[in-house]
């Protein structure tokens, strides 16, 4: 079966297909329409979906799959206001989230771009407190430990494990009631951590829809790429997959009621 397929009744041979795909798949001519050059298609699904008389279709990425997109963008306050309001929670109401709404929150981070269209990240996710509570309890004692080799290691590392000292706080992943671990079983260590960070971004910029925060969990981490033996016990990471990044997410105890300021805009045109 050939990867295309088209109706050449409604093919007007404008060679769009062909002129957007990003690996130059398609040729097109004036008898037979669009038709297969090189096999490294992938699945991008620009073609059937850029086509203008729907007469294309692509087995990797098939137009039944596919989904009418809207007829006009955000109008651009509402699209300010919406990426303006995304803020990192570290404080989480006393609440678990149900498994249907990580899911939900998961599945909009595989539309996330990835490059060459690679994806391949994978989840795993921990919602069990006491397994949450294991994880910081060894990631603070890696704290610690560093600290101890190193006391000018990182003011934040210090900051950390005097609040988990003095309050017995959870200053690693926030008494947060759910921890997503990207994975991924292939690609460069570029190419995963570069595909995670992007559908976690996403997946972080849908939160607020489903009334969740989340935050990136920078200093679980740094400990698991430091490898410390205690912390990879309690996680079991499965086989042949690569850690790509964490972050936790559940429902805000507290809300944000202004729109903060960031640095100012640093721009330099070329020449």
């Given at each position: 079966?050939?990867m295309?397929?088209?109706?050449?009744?409604?093919?007007?041979?404008?060679?769009?297909?062909?002129?957007i795909?990003?690996?130059?798949?398609?040729?097109?001519?004036?008898?037979?329409?669009?038709?297969?050059i090189?096999?490294?298609?992938?699945a991008?699904?620009?073609?059937?979906?850029?086509?203008?008389?729907?007469?294309?279709?692509n087995?990797?990425?098939?137009?039944?799959?596919?989904?009418?997109?809207?007829?006009?963008?955000?109008?651009?306050?509402?699209?300010v206001?919406?990426?303006?309001?995304?803020?990192?929670?570290?404080?989480?109401?006393?609440?678990?989230?149900?498994?249907?709404?990580?899911?939900?929150?998961?599945?909009?981070?595989?539309?996330?771009?990835?490059?060459?269209?690679?994806?391949?990240?994978?989840?795993?996710?921990?919602?069990?407190?006491?397994?949450?509570?294991?994880?910081?309890?060894?990631?603070?004692?890696?704290?610690?430990?560093?600290?101890?080799?190193?006391?000018?290691?990182?003011?934040?590392?210090?900051?950390?494990v005097?609040?988990?000292?003095?309050?017995?706080?959870?200053?690693?992943?926030?008494?947060?009631?759910?921890?997503?671990?990207a994975?991924?079983?292939?690609?460069?260590?570029?190419r995963?951590?570069?595909?995670?960070?992007?559908?976690?971004?996403?997946?972080?910029?849908?939160?607020?829809?489903?009334?969740?925060?989340?935050?990136?969990?920078?200093?679980?981490?740094?400990?698991?790429?430091?490898?410390?033996?205690?912390?990879?016990e309690?996680?079991?990471?499965?086989?042949?997959?690569?850690?790509?990044?964490?972050?936790?997410?559940?429902?805000?105890?507290?809300?944000?009621?202004?729109?903060?300021?960031?640095?100012?805009?640093?721009?330099?045109?070329?020449?």
């Amino acid at each position: 079966m050939s990867m295309i397929q088209v109706d050449l009744t409604r093919c007007t041979r404008c060679g769009l297909c062909a002129r957007i795909c990003p690996y130059v798949v398609l040729e097109v001519d004036r008898q037979n329409g669009p038709h297969v050059i090189r096999d490294t298609c992938i699945a991008c699904g620009h073609c059937v979906a850029a086509c203008p008389t729907e007469a294309i279709d692509n087995r990797k990425s098939p137009r039944i799959k596919q989904i009418s997109a809207p007829a006009t963008p955000l109008d651009e306050k509402t699209a300010v206001d919406f990426l303006r309001a995304r803020r990192t929670i570290r404080w989480y109401q006393k609440r678990q989230v149900p498994r249907a709404e990580i899911s939900k929150l998961l599945d909009m981070a595989r539309f996330a771009p990835t490059g060459s269209n690679s994806q391949g990240i994978s989840w795993l996710v921990i919602d069990t407190p006491e397994t949450i509570r294991a994880i910081s309890e060894a990631v603070v004692t890696w704290e610690k430990e560093t600290l101890a080799t190193n006391p000018q290691t990182s003011p934040l590392l210090e900051a950390q494990v005097e609040r988990h000292a003095k309050n017995r706080e959870d200053p690693i992943l926030f008494n947060a009631p759910c921890l997503i671990i990207a994975l991924s079983s292939y690609g460069t260590p570029r190419r995963i951590r570069e595909n995670a960070i992007l559908s976690m971004i996403y997946a972080q910029l849908y939160a607020p829809s489903l009334g969740l925060g989340t935050c990136w969990a920078g200093v679980f981490e740094s400990c698991v790429n430091a490898g410390w033996p205690p912390l990879l016990e309690v996680l079991d990471l499965p086989e042949k997959m690569t850690f790509a990044g964490g972050m936790v997410t559940g429902y805000p105890a507290y809300s944000f009621r202004q729109l903060v300021e960031r640095n100012p805009l640093d721009i330099r045109w070329g020449f």
